[in-house]
């Protein structure tokens, strides 16, 4: 056995351990722990698969971004895991039906055997010089120059869907600090300052109490 096949296997062995600990887990923080320790095995997969950009994505995008907003989430949430388990055993039939179809499924694609081709070469393509490309900067070059719209309409269309997303969030909540960009708008220079007349503090002093300066003649 070699050693790329004793790697596969180790981080297979582990892959599927984190991801039954998952769904057995009582505590919710440390599901997701063991959620980002199967992203990071399935990760060393695609590396073992000289797929290096699908690698780092998986890291990136999962494990840097997506797992560690949920780890907060379910950090700050007060979540009554009690209640949740309630309903557990009344919604139990309908998830074994399930759970053992997709069992079923898998079991005759992995019964049934692959059809076992070559490894794919790590250089996608050759350039004119004759100096060999990675699939990382194979696929860089073809996003930015033959699918660079197409790129930048998927850039727009998830900016406009974060926007939203922050806009629903903060909507008609009492520490929201949103601002009306209509009235924004229609703001006018003298709406920006109020002149308030106040009351004196303390009493006026009568005219003849003002004792007037002395000037000496020196003449």
Known sequence: MSVTTGLFYLFSAILLAAAFRVITTRNPVHAVLYLVLTFFQASMIWMLLKAEFLSL???????????????????????NTEEMRKGFWKHF????????????????????????????????AVSNAGAELSNSKLLGKLLYTQYIYPLEVATAILLVGMIAAIALTLRQRKDSKAIDPAAQVRVRAKDRMIVVKMAATQPALPVDAVEAPSVENKA
């Open 57 to 79: 994505t998986l890291v990136l995008v999962y494990v840097g971004a997506v797992m560690v907003l949920f780890l907060f989430v379910v950090m700050m949430l007060d979540v």
């Open 93 to 124: 039939p309908l998830a074994a039906v399930l759970g053992l179809l997709i069992i079923a499924e898998m079991s005759a694609v992995l019964l049934g055997g692959f059809q076992v081709a070559d490894a794919p070469s790590t250089a996608a």
